[in-house]
């Protein structure tokens, strides 16, 4: 009954509205020159039942009301749970499948469903398909015609099909991970005006078959994005929660997953894996900022998930996001200083990884230590590679603030008393005063926390972290055709490493002496991270820059 009555009310609206030209009525006659007149899904010639006509005063509103929600006729698809439309999700709306026609890579009709549409027809022009998956992607609204910074997203898709534009990835998506080994989401696209911007965030229900475990997240984004992040509903949180996407977060009832700032292929340390139940719906947060000054952005994200039976993990991975909302920064060009100790309860916990966040008049992110209530070490600099303090060369970028992924899990007691404290830097010399808010626009202060409570069954152990030397420094840095590595005469280093930015090994030699004299020799320029042994198992580990 409920459903009955808000679909009256659509009705009613569109039939108050029924001239006026939005998304909705564009996706209505697109179908009505395409698949109505054609005479397949018309008053008197309804195949597979569907009627996309409509008639009497408000044929629009009962078109609308044939096609929301409603389960399709054809056996496959609704074995599918796919919906005729299924508003924020063109993958599981039959309509989009039928139609589609390669616009959309992820969306491969199989056979049962029986081919392509229009039937015997020329297929659905390219613009006028996008029209439809925008629509779709944006919660099909009936009424609301979803615009971008003040402009239409139909006028967006035109001028991006009629005058060429500019798209996150050329070459296309990236592959899905294979069969069996775990699956792929998309988030997008969507379409930015010429320096435009938008954050959107996306309800995405995985219809997981049963209970699985993720020890592997590939998050690809392009550099036109400040972020994506993965969130994840608590138990009945997404209800209420509208379709498709959308500008208001609706945070209430959610935890996060993982976030990045450039596209990253996370893999798990073994034994640990981030726990999904069955029932499981994410959240999706995309910020896209159009750089362009003339044409408009096709933008899109990709993750994919890489899966494992429920119950391999020793251990499973969390997620904590600190926000400091009690930020203001205002305009005066002065370097502004905010520090907050974090006061969760957690107990003795296990950190992995640390990510700091902000926005453009971000100038640094530090995360120290705190020993009943005081501030200790520093263990995190997003100023520095990797966020290991110490650099030589200090560079904060605030597009691409860098995952601190500790070599050894570190161990931490966090409570009122004990745990970290983080501390952001801005330097404002815009035209406003800022508050914590979610464009670039507006300023943050925020801190992801990834951890376990237990290392029993984890491959790396806290020996290691205990057995980190520090001390060791290389000059100069960046090296042009030498530099000298001093190391502390209490460490008796025996091996020299050199991994390049992927992490492959690139050079080693075994070393005699408190000093290594390294030379450039066929090393390329670029970054390249050090780590120095001993016999006893310590170890240092630094960044080098050859010009």
């Known amino acids: ?61 009962e078109v609308y009301n044939n096609l929301i929600t409603k389960q399709p006729e054809n056996t496959y698809a609704r074995s599918k749970d796919y919906r005729l439309v299924f508003p924020g999700r063109p993958d599981k709306s039959f309509l989009f499948r039928k139609i589609n026609q390669g616009l ?111 020890n592997r997240v590939d998050m690809t984004m392009s550099n036109y994005s400040h972020h994506l992040i993965l969130y994840d509903f608590n138990p009945g949180g997404s209800n209420w929660i509208p379709d498709g996407l959308r500008l208001d977060a609706n945070h209430s009832e959610i935890g996060i997953v993982t976030a990045i700032q450039q596209s990253e292929d996370m893999r798990l340390p073994d034994g640990t894996a981030f726990k999904w139940e069955q029932d499981i719906v994410l959240d999706l947060n995309s910020h896209y900022i159009n750089y362009d000054a003339t044409n408009v952005y096709k933008a899109e994200s990709y993750i994919n998930v890489y899966t494992q039976a429920n119950g391999t993990a020793a251990q499973e991975m969390k997620t904590e996001l600190v926000a400091n909302l009690d930020i203001w920064i205002p305009n005066n060009g002065d370097e502004i200083t905010i520090a907050e100790p974090i006061n969760y309860n957690l107990g003795e916990i296990f950190i992995w990884s640390l990510m700091g966040h902000t926005h453009q008049y971000g100038r640094g992110y530090k995360v120290y230590n705190r020993n009943n209530t005081q501030q200790g070490d520093l263990i995190y600099d997003a100023a520095c590679p990797q966020g290991i303090p110490g650099c030589v060369s200090p560079n904060f970028d605030y597009q691409h603030i860098p995952v601190s992924r500790f070599d050894g899990f570190m161990p931490t007691r966090m409570n009122f008393l004990n745990g970290l404290i983080h501390e952001a830097t801005w330097i404002n010399d815009g035209p406003q005063s800022l508050g914590f808010g979610p464009t670039s626009n507006d300023e943050m202060m925020v801190l992801i926390i990834m951890y376990v409570n237990d290392l029993e069954g984890v491959s790396v152990s806290t020996d290691q972290l205990k057995n980190q030397v520090k001390g060791v420094k290389i000059a100069p840095n960046p090296m042009s055709e030498l530099a000298t590595i001093n190391i502390p005469k209490t460490f008796k280093a025996n091996q020299l490493f050199l991994f390049d930015i992927t992490g492959k090994q690139v050079f080693n030699r075994a070393i005699t002496k408190d000093y290594v004299e390294l030379q450039k020799g066929n090393l390329l320029p670029g970054m390249y991270f050090y780590r120095l042994e001993d016999a006893q198992g310590q170890f240092a580990t630094g960044k080098l820059v050859i010009n």
């Open 104 to 214: 959309e890579e992820l969306v491969n009709l199989h056979a049962d469903e029986k081919g392509d549409m229009p039937l015997n027809a020329d297929p659905i022009s390219e613009m006028e398909r996008e029209k439809i998956r925008q629509w779709i992607i944006y919660g099909a609204p009936p009424i609301i015609d979803p615009t971008v910074n003040g402009t239409r997203v139909s006028d967006l898709v035109e001028e991006f099909y009629d005058k060429g534009g500019l798209v996150s990835f050329p070459d296309g998506p990236p592959p899905a991970p294979p069969e069996g080994e775990g699956f792929q989401i998309k988030m997008g696209p969507f379409f930015l005006p010429a320096q435009g911007e938008a954050e959107y965030f996306h309800k995405y229900d995985l219809d997981l078959p049963e209970a699985l475990e993720v």
């Open 1 to 61: 009954m409920i459903r009955i009555f808000i679909f009256s009310i659509f009705s009613l609206c569109f039939a108050l509205q029924v001239n006026a030209q939005n998304l909705a009525t564009e996706v209505y006659e697109i179908l009505q020159t395409n698949c109505a007149t054609s005479g397949c899904h018309n008053n008197t010639d309804q195949v597979a039942s569907l009627d996309l006509q409509g008639s009497g005063t408000n044929p629009l509103g």
